[in-house]
């Protein structure tokens, strides 16, 4: 079709085929890009869920043939299993005491890391590098600080007439002492980072403003720096409870989950089911009930953030 000059013009319905082809070759070659994460996903995380699921509705030991049992494995941890409940609830003591100490020390030390002082870098370093030690080998180090016989902090209290209990060898201190080593690792880590990005992102006009007011610094840190901060506390949180709630290398390495089972956490207990009792229907079972418990803590915290949490934009 020409137009009054001449010049060949594209029909309605040919620009609509060049249009839907062109959309099709960007969506092909978007999903081209995606394929790698894709496939990885399919293969190392969708399946593996998929087949879990399966599994756990099954009795299965590798030996004998996989057996249907329907929701047996699920009565009997709340029913049959005596170290459900109490794993469980030495995992949301873990995590209860953790969370709150591990923010209130990250955001702490990441307000002293902000301040214009010579020499930041390097204290920010100093501070992170015990979160890039492995935690088996922070394991091994605290056994032998922790160490109720030739162990650093026993002998610096003995110094002082003070006689040191068992810790991790201690029923009681068992879980305090790997509270103490979590916070070691964790106080200047990730959550550190990013109190530090989010302190760096609250406007300076604000503390201006305060101290025009006359507000001192507590009164700015609790009327500008929180409410600012709230979006950031409330991703450290959901991050830190749900990596609370997944203790398991530390009590695995350092205790086995003694003495006398004080520090047998949840994620130990799935452990154990499956690759020492080999029970590995009953374990997918488990593992199934502790991901329906970390999404109902983690929707819980999203459904009710807004009561307390800040959106400059909102």
Known sequence: MKDDYGIQQ?????GTRLAFTKRRRQTVIAYLYLSPFLIGFILFIG???????????????????MQYIGLTNYFTAFRGDKLFWTSLGRTF??????VPLSLAGSLS?????????HGTSVFRTC???PHLTPIVASAILWMWILHPEVG????????????????????EWAIPSMIL???WMGVGGNAMIIFLAGLQGVPQELYEAAEMDGANSWARFRHVTFPMLTPTVLFNFILGVIGALRVFALAFVSTQGGPARATWFFALHIYMNAFKYFNFGY???????????????????????????YYAGG
């Open 10 to 14: 594209a029909l309605p319905a040919q």
């Open 47 to 65: 399946g593996p869920m998929v087949a879990s699921l399966i599994l756990s509705f099954t009795k299965f030991d590798i030996v004998k043939p």
């Open 93 to 98: 003591y873990y995590a209860g005491a953790m």
């Open 109 to 117: 030390l990441a307000i002293l890391l902000n301040q214009r002082v």
């Open 127 to 129: 501070f992170f590098l």
């Open 152 to 171: 650093l902090v026993n002998y610096l209290l003995s110094l002082v007439g003070i006689k040191g209990p068992a810790w991790l060898g201690s029923k």
């Open 181 to 183: 080593i979590g916070l």
């Open 283 to 309: 374990a997918a079972a488990l593992a199934w009930i502790f991901f329906a418990v970390i999404f109902i803590f983690t929707y819980l915290q999203l459904r009710y953030s807004g009561r307390w949490v």
